[in-house]
């Protein structure tokens, strides 16, 4: 069976067609408790769906845009928690390579009862208004 965005003369030229990938620039997951420590210190801006903190690190740090994601108990149990988390990094994967700056540190909270079970359109529009008005926020 063939696909439907194959090509009708069967050549195999990719052409104007997008990849099967997602090729955005990888952002980097914070690891380490520092660095949530010092996100913490830093500016926040808080959404319906999550809370995002940001910070920009100093010239000696490390480069890129990274992230982190985090849900306290709160948020439910584990299925609940992990579900929400799930959905975090996959809104970061989609706005943070177009919105995010390089030079930044980004954590994403979940919030209880809301996280888990918010439409996605939502979600994602929730992180790049916290986005614009953190960006905006001149120190």
């Known amino acids: 069976m063939t696909p439907p965005e194959a090509p009708k003369d069967g050549s195999t030229s990719q052409g104007n067609s997008p990849p099967?990938?997602?090729v955005c620039v990888p952002v980097?997951?914070?690891?380490?408790?520092?660095?949530?420590?010092?996100?913490?210190?830093?500016r926040r801006q808080g959404t319906a769906s999550m809370m995002v903190q940001?910070?920009?690190r100093g010239a000696g740090d490390a480069t890129g845009t990274r992230?982190?994601?985090t849900c306290s108990k709160k948020?439910?149990?584990?299925?609940a928690r992990n579900r929400a988390k799930r959905r975090l990094r996959e809104?970061?994967?989609?706005?943070?390579?177009e919105n995010g700056k390089p030079g930044w540190d980004?954590?994403?909270?979940?919030?209880?009862n809301?996280?888990?079970?918010?439409r996605f359109d939502l979600l994602l529009q929730d992180l790049r208004n916290a986005l614009r008005k953190l960006h905006a926020i001149k120190p």
């Open 20 to 22: 099967a990938v997602s």
């Open 28 to 42: 980097t997951v914070l690891r380490k408790r520092a660095d949530f420590l010092k996100a913490a210190q830093a």
């Open 91 to 97: 809104v970061a994967r989609l706005v943070l390579p």
């Open 114 to 118: 809301v996280t888990a079970d918010r």
């Open 106 to 112: 980004y954590v994403l909270i979940g919030r209880r």
């Open 54 to 56: 940001a910070r920009q």
């Open 67 to 69: 992230v982190g994601f």
């Open 75 to 79: 948020v439910g149990n584990a299925v």
